[in-house]
């Protein structure tokens, strides 16, 4: 079954306590994206990923870090969270192509207090 | 950049058809998403346009007007479980096509 799979799906932390969100696709798409979801500002894109070891700012990466070593992974890394970014975060992967469809993952729902 | 715009609630009548509208403005555009999104899950994809023109898939059609800078998604026959937010999203052109969202319309539908 294709899926994007996020870990953890629930997370509250403090601020200044580093965290690492995982993401992993098997469907052996090229481009993976990261994005946060906030009331009444829709889905932002926060770093996107071309293929391993290519990646790039989205819309809102202060505060962010990724990493692209495999292809199937691509995590997201707070270095030090601030209730700023509590948030809802989508990782999504992409087929790229003429039939091109992006799916998303479940979502990781995180507190910084 | 890009710039999505899309209404932002929308209520209709079960059993009924309703359009929802997006127009974009971009300074490179490849094509354009349409997802649905549940109250507390993750958006589930509906379909994506590249060329002009209206594709149909069962009850969910989708049109594009490149030169027009406009999309609508078409829902026929609602079903209760239709309530949902849709997402308008553009896809630019270059190498990594990055992809940007409309802040999403709030569709209700009533008995």
């Known amino acids: 079954e294709a899926q994007v799979t996020q870990n953890p799906r629930y997370l509250i932390t403090v601020t200044g306590k580093k965290l690492t969100v995982t993401c992993s696709q098997n469907m052996n798409h090229e481009y993976m994206s990261w994005y946060r979801q906030d009331p009444g500002l829709g889905l932002r894109q926060i770093y996107y990923?071309?293929?391993?070891?290519?990646?790039d700012k989205g819309d809102v990466p202060e505060g962010y870090k990724v990493s692209r070593k495999e292809k199937r992974n691509f995590p997201l890394i707070l270095e030090s969270p601030s209730p700023n970014q509590t948030s809802l975060y989508f990782c999504a992967s992409r087929t790229g192509g003429a039939q091109e469809t992006q799916y998303f993952g479940p979502g990781t729902r995180l507190l910084v207090l | 950049g890009q710039n999505i715009d899309q209404p932002t609630e929308m209520t209709a009548t079960e059993g009924a058809i309703v359009q929802i509208n997006c127009t974009y403005q971009t300074s490179g555009f490849n094509g354009l998403f349409w997802y649905q999104q549940h109250a507390g899950e993750a958006p589930t994809f509906l379909s994506y346009?590249?060329?002009?023109g209206l594709e149909e898939k069962g009850r969910f059609s989708s049109f594009l007007s490149r030169s027009k800078g406009y999309s609508y998604l078409l829902l026929k026959e609602l079903q209760m479980k239709d309530s949902a937010s849709y997402l308008c999203?553009?896809?630019?052109?270059?190498?990594?096509?990055?992809?940007?969202f409309g802040t999403g319309t709030k569709l209700q539908v009533i008995p």
């Open positions: 346009n590249v060329l002009d």
């Open positions: 990923s071309m293929n391993v070891e290519v990646t």
């Open positions: 999203a553009a896809m630019n052109s270059g190498g990594y096509q990055k992809v940007t």
